[in-house]
T-cell receptor
Framework: DTAVSQTPKYLVTQMGNDKSIKCEQN?????MYWYKQDSKKFLKIMFS???????INETVPNRFSPKSPDKAHLNLHINSLELGDSAVYFC?????????????FGEGSRLTVL | GENVEQHPSTLSVQEGDSAVIKCTYS??????FPWYKQELGKRPQLIID?????GEKKDQRIAVTLNKTAKHFSLHITETQPEDSAVYFC??????????????FGAGTRLAVHP
């Protein structure tokens, strides 16, 4: 009954490879996000989708491509991985019309690029 | 765009003492200020939030204060316990309207509570 789930939890790969991280939420929320947390714990927003539409697209290399097949899923595909992409990637969701605007985070996917 | 600064980066207290973490933001349009707690190896979780029409909010041992004029807000934890040890993040959202959040996070404060 996990609210926001991500797979895989750990990912170790070589530079230059392409990888994907999947995210699913069962909270019925309309909006989903990807955040990147670097080694210094800094949390930075990357993308946000509202009902499958891209609404936030921060300054992220175009090697990163999010895809939202429906409002319960937001996947992240990364091409030509670089050392600097090593981080923990958090998926999150929130509800439109929610007074608090709380973000519900997944457990994170730790990506290590060698 | 919004910029959030958070201090201190690390904070060490004895059990039972109080802890205060301070944040400043740059965008006067920001109107929603949550605080998240991230335990080691876990996901960030909301512990308390405040809207810009409120100056202070309390929830048991934690409280948040907001000074809109000075554009700063603070987290206060009283009677700290070892389980309060975690990284705490402040955040500000300039676009919250009951819809999506463009939350901009501070750099985090690592709080250690020693028994």
């Amino acid at each position: 009954d996990t609210a926001v789930s991500q797979t895989p939890k750990y990912l170790v790969t070589q530079m230059g490879n392409d990888k994907s991280i999947k995210c699913e939420q069962n909270l019925g929320h309309d909006t989903m996000y990807w955040y990147k947390q670097d080694s210094k714990k800094f949390l930075k927003i990357m993308f946000s989708y509202n009902n499958k539409e891209l609404i936030i697209n921060e300054t992220v290399p175009n090697r990163f491509s999010p895809k939202s097949p429906d409002k319960a899923h937001l996947n992240l595909h990364i091409n030509s991985l670089e050392l600097g992409d090593s981080a923990v990637y958090f998926c999150a969701s929130s509800q439109v019309d929610s007074y608090t605007g709380e973000l519900f985070f997944g457990e994170g996917s730790r990506l290590t690029v060698l | 765009g919004e910029n959030v600064e958070q201090h201190p980066s690390t904070l060490s207290v004895q059990e039972g003492d109080s802890a205060v973490i301070k944040c400043t933001y740059s965008d006067s349009a920001s109107n929603y200020f949550p605080w998240y707690k991230q335990e080691l190896g876990k996901r960030p979780q909301l512990i308390i939030d405040i809207r810009s029409n409120v100056g202070e909010k309390k929830d048991q041992r934690i409280a948040v204060t907001l000074n809109k004029t000075a554009k700063h807000f603070s987290l206060h934890i009283t009677e700290t316990q070892p389980e309060d040890s975690a990284v705490y993040f402040c955040a500000a959202s300039p676009q919250f309207s009951g819809g999506y959040n463009k939350l901009i996070f501070g750099a985090g404060t690592r709080l250690a509570v020693h028994p």
